[in-house]
Every structure is written in C-alpha cells, then in structure tokens.
C-alpha cells in the first residue's frame, strides 16, 4: 500500500514534466535564415529604373507628378516634381530609347489585356491603351495643351466556316441531294477621338453594316474656354435645332458652323450642305382618328422598269382588250402555277439548276420572230400560249445530248436559218427558282411582278401553267417534268429578258422580248393604299403658259377630253357604270394595286397608243398631224428609259394626285433611316412632345400617336 502510494505521485510528475518539455522546445524554436531585404529607393527616372510592383510597396503619391518634355535635339527631359519642387534630378532619354520603350509597354499591355480575355474579363479596357503624345509647349496657348491623344474604340468580327446537308431523298434529283457551301461574315464597327490638347476634339465612326454614307460620321470640333472670343468652331456634320416658330433649324449638315461671343452679344454662323430633304405632311382629323393624306408627282416617263413582265406574246396581245369592260376583267384567264428563275446571286444551292430560256417558245405564228424556222397547224392570231404552238419544244425535247456542256452547239445548229445565242436563246448556267415571297403574278391577267428590279446582267426564264375557257395550258418545264432526268441535264424555259437589254435586232425590228416588260405601271412607294381619298390626275405642263393641264388646249375634239380620259384611267362613274366622272377608276387588281402601291394602265403604251386613238378623232387631218407631232411620245416604248428622258419636248406628261397610306394612330413617313431627332411633331400649331404625346420608328418611318 505505502509503495502504491508513493508510485502515483511519480508518474504524475513524469507526465507533468513531459509536457512542459515540449511547450519549452516550440517555444526555444530559433529560425537558421534570417530575410535580407531592405528596401532602396530609386536614384534614376521610372523608365530605366526598375521598381517593385509588389502591392505591400505603397504607390507614389498623387502630389508627385511625371512629365516628359520633348525638345529640338529629338531628346525628351523627364522631370519628377513635387509641386513645383524637382523631387528628383532631371534624367534625359533619346527618341530611340523612347520608342523602343513605347514599343516593348504596348506589347506588354497587350498580352495582359488577352490574358484577361481569356479568364473571362473583358478585354476592352475603358482607359486608353495608346499614350499621349507631348509635343512642342507652343501649342498649349493654341489648344489648350501640349499633348495628343488618340483613343480608339470598336471591335472587329469575322465569322467562317461550312455548312453542307445531304438529303437521300429518291424524289429529288441526285445533284441536289447533297448541298451546302462556305458562310462568311465580318463586321467591322471602329471609333476613334483624337485630341489636342483641351480645346480641339475629332471624332470619327466607321461601321459597314450601315445602310447610308450618312450614318458613317466625322466632326472635326474646337471649343474654347471661358475668356476666348471663339467659343465653338465645328467642321463635319453638324446641325442648326432652333427653338422657334419664325426660322426651322435643319438636320444632315454638313459643312462649317461657328459660334462666337462680344462681351454680351453671341453669334452663330454656319455654311453648309445639307444631305436630306425635308417635307411636311398634312393630316386631318376625323372622327375614325387621323387619316394620312400625301401629295405625289410621277413624270410620265418614270414607268416602273424591270419589275413587270408579260408571261408571253398571247396575254399582252389581249391585254387591253379584257380591260376594256372594266370593273369586271373578261379574260378566261386563270393562271394556276408559276415558277421563276434568275441567275443566283445568293448562297442558295436547294433550287439550284442550269436552265435555257427561249424567246419563242409556246408563241403562236403571229408573234414569233423566226418566223420561217418553226412549224405550226394554221393557228389563229388569238391562239392561248402553249408549248404545242409550234414545233421548238418537241425538238428539244428530241435533243441527243441534253446536258449543260452539250447543249450549246446542239442550239445554235437547230434551225437551218439560224438561233443566236442571247438573242433566240439565253442559257442561264446556276440558275435559281425564286421563292413564291419573291414575286407576285396576276391571275387573270397574266403578267408577274417581281419584288426588286433586275440588274443589268440578269436574265429571266419562266415555267408556268393556267387555264383558259376550260382548257388547261402548260409553257415551259415545270419541276415535275425535269425530276426524273439527270442532274445536269438543262430546263426549258420561256424567255422573258436576256441578259443583254436590246430594244431592236440589226434589222430595226422591235424584239419580243421588250414588248414583254410592261412599260404601263407607276409605282408610288408606299403600301396600304386606301381607296377613300386617294386622287390621281394626268396632266400636261406646258411651257408657254407654265401652268398644269388636265386636257391639251389644242384640237378641236382633244381639247374637250380629259387626259385622265384618254389614258382609260376615267371610263367609270362612282357607282361603276360606264360613264366618266372625271375621276380615277379604282378598280383593284386591274388599274391599282393597294398593297403594293401600284397604278396600272390600262394601255400598253398610254401616251403613245391612247394619245392616237384621241388624235384620230380629230375632223380636219392636218391638226391630226400636228398634234401628233407636237405631243406624241412614241420615243418612250421605242427605245431605253434612259434615251427617253433626254427627249424634254415630250417627257411633259405627269402624274399627279395624293394618296392615303395609313389611320388612325400610325402615320407613314416617305423614307427610312430618317436622322435622330428630325422629326418634328405639331397638333394645331402646337408642338408634342416625343416620347410622350407621340413615338418615332426612325428606321423604317413611321409615327406612332401614344397621346389621342
């Protein structure tokens, strides 16, 4: 018992005193290196100095103050200043040294900024990548400084790669089974300020998805301090908003503005050009809201050229004819399917073809050219297009070798008598079919409209089918008729245009192919039409009396006739009967087209033709020929619209009259990309507030009224 107790206490201390044994050991710890840094301050300029970039290092204060000085000797003096004390001895430093310098900061800078694009940061910084550029101290009492800045903002984009499919499709040929092709996009958006010291700013914008010149902009802008006579000199574009009812400001002008002071009196000055119109449009309310109502003016000799063809021979023989018991149009006509190809400009391979259009085909032995090539039946002047009409497409459709390399001299050796290359036929290699969105066509009349005028270059083929008196009729190949055949094997189409524009072979006959592009329908540019309000007139400006004439003054008949009259433009009362009234005949479909803003007259060659007919009424034959000669304008359909025009002792005839193009809270403007802030809205003399009383679409033109 007595040893027990004494071993207790023992152990006890033993484990006591193993504790305090460690405790003493971390506590005795004594480090073997000791950390020899010791921070020295600089002695030389920051630039061939080195300095720690550590963050525990405290930054140089912001009274201390940097400046490098050029001189004439192409050194630049670098002073370290506290106030206006010289913290530090100047130091000197070469242009060599300089640039060399300035070249290895923004390489560096650079691939900072792309490693930061690469961590997710943005590698745009909103500070200035690019120096400023100190020069000569003589430019500081100019402008207000002696340095030059350049700050340069935007990005470029561009975008590459591939896009094919194969569709195993047995029903589609196999050459258009497999498609595809490169897609490309770039886009290009720069801006970039430069300065001269405080007082001389230019800014300058570059983007080219823009749709105008007018949107890419440059302004050259000096602005002056407190004390100076000359407060702001701007060159570029600028603009005039003046905030009165006596003299209107003016927006897209470019060209030189100045402003200036003595003592209380302030001058602006500004000589420029401007780069838009401006118009004023009139609306008058009713109890349905505002209606829009907008004059317009057409010459006669601006016919809507490119646009607007006759599928062949057969519908603008009759043409006149089935408009001539207007309002009803008694043609037969009803035209089912229509399929158009062009020369394909866009990246499209789905429709992909080569195609041959021919300028005879499916025509009756009237209206062929070739006349002593083709064998028909004894077919009637008025007999419907068919591609049975003569004897061209079963000898294409005999052809050995149908294929686009074998084609051509297989074409020209068809007929002994010859067949020339664009002028009987035209291959169009590539072609594409228009989607059923790119083009309209008349049903009972038997012509297409295209949604955008044809170049130069272009040449246009059409397939088609329809019905007349109960009879089906089919021009062309239609796709069902080539899917079977190999993929390049050609199409057979009826030619509309070639791609040379000739008005008359070498013999001076008119081809047939320009009596097909109808040059009897005036586009207004707007769409929408409405039928209440709209006004149209025909007149004749003379010069002798400078005044606007709905009837000529000379004849004893045609003076009695309005030429809204003579034109067929007025043969119907408002009630529809067949009495003019003086007023235009809206009959749509047939002399109008509202959705699209089309007029549409009902002669071929309206002051040709029509102004024949009228003359001819005349009773004593020598005024018949000196109307004929003073006021015909055959020149018009005879040759180019670009010839025409040069012709100004006919080109006197006009269309004029106002349209409504929208009600109730929309109003359309005439235009698009209309400039920020030009629009201008009054209500009774009154002006509204934009954004508040009413809300502009400057892009595609249009006025909303958000306060009624």
Request: proline fraction near 4%; glycine fraction near 8%.
């Amino acid at each position: 018992m007595i040893l027990l107790s004494c071993l207790g206490p023992l152990l006890a201390n033993a484990q006591f005193n193993r504790r305090d044994t460690t405790r003493e050991d971390s506590i005795k710890y004594r480090p073997l290196y000791k950390p020899s840094f010791r921070q020295v301050d600089r002695y030389g300029d920051p630039f061939s100095n080195y300095s720690g970039q550590s963050p525990l290092f405290l930054k140089d204060p912001k009274l201390m103050k940097l400046e490098v000085l050029p001189d004439t000797g192409r050194t630049y003096s670098i002073y370290e200043r506290m106030g206006t004390v010289n913290f530090r001895s100047p130091s000197y430093m070469t242009f060599d040294e300089a640039s060399r310098l300035q070249n290895q900061t923004i390489l560096k800078d650079y691939w900072k900024n792309r490693s930061r694009a690469l961590d997710g940061e943005s590698a745009v910084s909103s500070r200035n990548l690019l120096p400023k550029l100190y020069v000569s101290p003589i430019l500081d009492r100019i402008f207000g400084g002696s340095y030059v800045e350049l700050i340069p903002r935007g990005f470029v984009t561009l975008d590459f790669g591939g896009q094919w499919q194969k569709i195993q499709n047995p029903s589609i040929p196999i050459r258009q089974q497999t498609n595809g092709g490169f897609e490309f996009d770039q886009q290009i958006n720069l801006a970039v300020t430069g300065k001269v010291g405080e007082k001389l700013k230019i800014t300058t914008n570059f983007d080219n998805n823009n749709s105008f010149d007018f949107q890419n902009q440059m302004k050259v802008e000096y602005t002056g301090f407190k004390e100076d006579i000359l407060k702001k000199l701007e060159i570029g574009n600028v603009s005039l908003p003046l905030n009165n009812s006596l003299i209107q400001g003016a927006q897209n002008l470019f060209g030189i503005k100045a402003q200036l002071q003595f003592g209380k009196l302030f001058v602006t000055s500004i000589a420029t050009t401007q780069r838009g119109k401006q118009s004023t449009i009139n609306i008058a309310g009713s109890t349905n809201g505002a209606s829009q109502g907008r004059p317009f003016e057409i010459v006669g000799s601006s016919y809507d050229e490119n646009r607007h063809f006759f599928l062949g021979q057969f519908f603008r023989r009759n043409f006149e004819k089935w408009l001539g018991t207007l309002p009803q149009i008694t043609s037969g006509i009803n035209i089912t399917r229509v399929e158009v190809y062009l020369l394909n400009r866009n990246n499209d391979t789905q429709t992909l073809r080569d195609v041959v259009g021919f300028m005879d085909l499916a025509e009756a032995d009237s209206s062929v050219y070739r006349q002593n090539n083709y064998y028909s039946s004894l077919l009637p002047p008025a007999s419907a297009a068919s591609n049975g009409n003569n004897d061209l497409f079963a000898k294409l459709q005999g052809l050995s070798d149908k294929s686009s390399d074998g084609i051509n001299a297989q074409l020209e050796n068809l007929y002994p008598q010859g067949y020339v290359n664009g002028t009987d036929f035209e291959k169009i290699t590539s072609a594409r079919k228009l989607a059923i969105t790119e083009f309209t066509y008349n049903k009972e009349l038997g012509y297409i409209t295209l949604q955008r005028k044809l170049q130069n270059d272009e040449a246009l083929g059409v397939a088609y089918e329809y019905t007349y008196n109960g009879r089906s009729y089919k021009v062309g190949e239609l796709t069902e008729d080539y899917s079977n055949r190999g993929e390049k094997d050609v199409v057979f189409l009826k030619l509309l245009r070639p791609r040379k524009i000739a008005v008359k072979d070498n013999f001076g006959k008119i081809l047939p192919t320009w009596n097909l592009m109808m040059k009897n329908i005036y586009n207004l540019n707007v769409t929408q039409l409405q039928k209440d309000g709209f006004q149209l007139r025909v007149i004749y400006r003379d010069d002798a009396t400078g005044k606007d004439l709905p009837q000529l003054q000379d004849g004893d008949y045609a003076r009695t006739i309005q030429l809204i009259q003579a034109v067929g433009l007025d043969r119907l009362n408002p009630y529809n009967d067949p009495q003019p009234d003086g007023n235009f005949d809206y009959v749509e479909k047939a002399t109008i087209n509202s959705e699209t803003g089309l007029i549409v007259f009902p002669y071929l060659e309206p002051f040709n033709k029509a102004l024949r007919q009228l003359f001819a009424k005349e009773p004593n034959p020598n005024t018949q020929q000196a109307l004929l000669q003073k006021y015909l304008y055959d020149t018009l359909y005879h040759t180019t619209k670009a010839e025409a025009e040069l012709v100004a002792t006919k080109n006197k005839f006009w269309i004029t009259g106002a349209f409504k193009a929208g009600a109730g809270k929309d109003i359309i403007i005439q235009g698009f990309n209309i400039s920020q802030g030009s629009v201008k809205v009054f209500a009774g003399g009154a002006p509204l507030r934009e954004g508040v009383d009413y809300q502009v679409d400057y892009t595609f033109g249009k006025v909303t009224i958000l306060n009624e």
